[in-house]
Each structure stands twice: as structure tokens, then as C-alpha cells.
């Protein structure tokens, strides 16, 4: 890691010993949620969002973490649900086109203007839907990857920012698809919305400590050089942070992540069973069994998925060496994001001093919460 260009402090909002809060009850059952959504569907809910391109992940402050899948795509689904209770795909209205979420093969999420886009506003608006958030107003801070954040001279890009900002806020409406048991859902709408950068946000789940009678800051922590390496669908984002102060120059985004081993999987599939398309349910359960079924008969290709996966890893490594060096000045370096769970075994003894997050998904989704509670402005009017 190189010291010479670190940001000021001040960029970060001073993190100081806050009031002692009470602890959420993280033991609420969906019925019990429900039932609070129906007495009360004025009351505004915090919400931390990771909004990635692979999955979208929410932190709640009842303590429930949910992700779907970034699976959507533009146009009607197509398909007429007889039971309700069985429908898997979504529709939602958003600036005059509407959009099929769910379980779908859906449209890539990887380009530069997918946090701004109509297809971002449905996903999104389906998880606050499957998080029974329905008929509420919600307070959200959200993510960009650190390169889409920043500069390479730690200013901000202000203007994305706003975008993203603004772009959330724009009014999504759930369509009723028909069936014998339709119903009209109620939308989730944004009241506020605040955005950091992504693996920023994990720092703060690492150093805001929620415990039975409030919370506290973790003053190792709080004075700890620490680097985050955040390995998402897309991205994979480099933060270190020294004195609450962001050291730019070892800190950026590389375009490389677990979206890239799925793609080349599928057109090692393709090659080799003669296939012009893969469906991307398909696609993704050989992901995870290392087995695709095709034509009524299932075929291992576990091999292309971890040759694909070590191609990845290797991508990652020479990347984080740039970043951190061999991180002889760091004391921490802590691995987040769903990639660092699915390659945990790859990323052994990178560092003496690394470790893998508690849940490493959520970890993103968890720091945005707690910037939420604890840190950011935001309106008074909220639970």
C-alpha cells in the first residue's frame, strides 16, 4: 500500500460515540411484518440496498437481510398466473414502459447505465415488494463502485451521483397480471435516498457494532489502517481506510467479477453441446451444481466452472497486488461480497492479516443501513 495521497478525514463523516439505541427485534416473523405494514402503512422504513448487478441484497432494521437475483428484463411477461400464490414474474410500470422481474431469463445488468435505468427501478422495487414493504415510504442509501464514485483524484462524480440519486426516486408501479386471485399491489415509493461508495459502506458495518443495549463504535477498528476488497458480479472494489480518511491510491475498482465466470461458462456450454443460446436459469443451476441438464439428461461441467472461477481469481490476485502490495502496512484486509464467499477456498493466505466477513453478501447492505442510522442526514420523519 502507497501512504502519500490519502483523502482528508473530513471527506468521511466523523464517526463519534453515539446515542445508545435500542436493539431492533430481529426476530419478527413475516406474519408478524405483515401485520405491522397493515396497522401502519404511513411509517417510513430505513433500508440499506445493495443494489448489485448479480443480486440485489436489502438490511432491514428488523433485522431481515433478503436478495434476489438481478433477473429482468423489458416487456410483459407473457404468462397469465392461475394461482396467485404460485407466481413467480413480476410486472412493474416505470416512466412508461413496463418490465418483467423474477424468475426470468432476463437482460444483462452489466453496463455502465444499468443504476439509472428503468430495468434497476423494477428489480429494485421487487425486492422492496418480496421484503413486504408494500404501501410504504422507505429512506435508502445505496452504492456505486468505487471507480464510478470517485475520481482517480478522489473528487467526486458528482453528477453520477445525483443521477443515481434522483433515478431511484423516479415512481414505480406493480401491475396486476390477471389470474383468478389477482390482487393490486401497492408501491414502494422512495422518500429519500443517499448514495456511497459500495465497498465504503462495508468499513462501516465493520466498525459500527450493534449490541443488546444500543450500539458502539470499535475503537481497534476505528484506528486500524484497514483495506476492504468487496468481490461482486460485475466489480471488484478496493477501499482502504486509515484514520477515517480514504487513501485513493490504493483504492479503485477493477471491471472483473462472478458475472464474468457465469458468462464464460455459458459460452464454454455452448461450444461444447453445440447451443446458439443458454437460458440464464439454466445457466445459473449449473453455476451451482457443477451439472446442466440438457435434452432430458444432466452433464457435468464442473470443470468449466472452476477453470472459469481460477481465471477469475487470478484476475483478482494480480489486481489486489497492485492495489495493496503484499499490505505490510495494513492491519486488516477483510474480503466482502457474494465472490468472496463463492471463491473463499481461492483467497486463503492472500495476507497474514486477512479474513472473510461474517455473511460477506450482506456485508454491503448492512454498512448502508448503519450509515443510515447512525451517520447520514436524512429527514426526520422515519422508523
Known amino acids: 500500500m502507497q501512504n502519500s495521497q490519502r483523502e482528508n478525514a473530513r471527506e468521511l463523516p466523523p464517526l463519534s460515540a453515539p446515542q445508545t439505541a435500542a436493539e431492533p427485534d430481529v426476530g419478527a416473523s413475516l406474519e408478524e411484518v405483515s401485520a405491522a405494514n397493515h396497522d401502519d402503512n404511513m411509517t417510513v422504513i430505513q433500508v440499506g440496498l445493495d443494489d448489485g448487478y448479480a443480486y440485489t441484497k436489502l438490511a432491514l432494521a428488523d433485522g431481515r437481510l433478503i436478495a434476489i437475483p438481478s433477473r429482468g428484463r423489458i416487456g410483459q411477461a407473457g404468462i397469465t398466473w392461475m394461482d396467485s ?28 447505465g444499468y443504476p439509472i435505468s428503468g430495468l434497476h427501478r423494477a428489480i429494485v422495487q421487487h425486492a422492496f415488494q418480496e421484503a413486504m414493504l408494500a404501501g410504504h415510504s422507505v429512506h435508502v442509501v445505496s452504492g456505486l463502485p468505487v471507480s464510478a464514485f470517485y475520481f482517480k483524484d478522489g ?11 434522483e433515478s431511484l426516486k423516479i415512481p414505480v408501479q406493480p401491475v396486476s ?17 443517499e448514495v456511497i461508495p459500495e465497498a465504503l459502506a462495508a468499513w462501516y458495518d465493520q466498525v459500527i457494532r450493534q449490541r443488546a443495549d444500543g450500539i458502539a463504535l470499535d ?57 446458439e443460446t443458454l437460458g440464464e436459469q439454466t445457466l445459473a443451476a449449473a453455476m451451482s451444481s ?31 497486488r497492485r492495489q495493496l502490495g503484499m499490505g ?24 497474514p492479516q486477512q479474513r472473510i466477513a461474517e455473511h460477506p453478501g450482506f456485508a454491503n447492505a448492512r454498512g448502508m443501513l448503519k450509515y443510515l442510522q447512525y451517520v447520514c442526514e436524512e429527514p426526520t420523519s422515519r422508523n
Open 85 to 112: 400464490a404460485q407466481q413467480q414474474i413480476f410486472e412493474y410500470d416505470t416512466e412508461g414502459s413496463r418490465y418483467a422481474v423474477g424468475q426470468i431469463d432476463g437482460e444483462s445488468t452489466c453496463y455502465d
Open 155 to 165: 473528487q467526486k462524480r458528482e453528477q453520477a451521483i445525483g443521477l443515481k440519486r
Open 177 to 193: 397480471t390477471g389470474g383468478l386471485y389477482a390482487t393490486q399491489r401497492l408501491p414502494v415509493a422512495v422518500a429519500f435516498h
Open 219 to 275: 475503537a481497534r477498528l476505528l484506528e486500524a489502517s484497514m483495506a476492504i476488497v468487496d468481490i461482486g458480479g460485475r466489480t471488484t472494489d478496493y477501499v482502504v481506510v486509515q484514520d477515517q480518511g480514504i487513501v485513493h491510491r490504493s483504492s479503485g475498482s477493477l471491471t472483473r467479477g462472478l458475472l464474468d465466470v457465469q458468462a464464460q461458462v455459458a459460452r464454454e456450454i455452448q461450444k461444447r453441446f453445440d447451443l
Open 290 to 320: 457443477g451439472s446442466v441438464r440438457l435434452h432430458g439428461r444432466a452433464h457435468d461441467v464442473s470443470e468449466l466452472v472452476k477453470a472459469a472461477q481460477h481465471e477469475l481469481v487470478v484476475q483478482i490476485h494480480a489486481e489486489t
Open 328 to 351: 505490510a502496512e495494513l492491519d486488516t484486509v477483510v474480503f466482502v461480497g457474494g465472490g468472496s464467499a463463492a471463491l473463499a477456498e481461492h483467497l486463503a493466505d492472500w495476507f
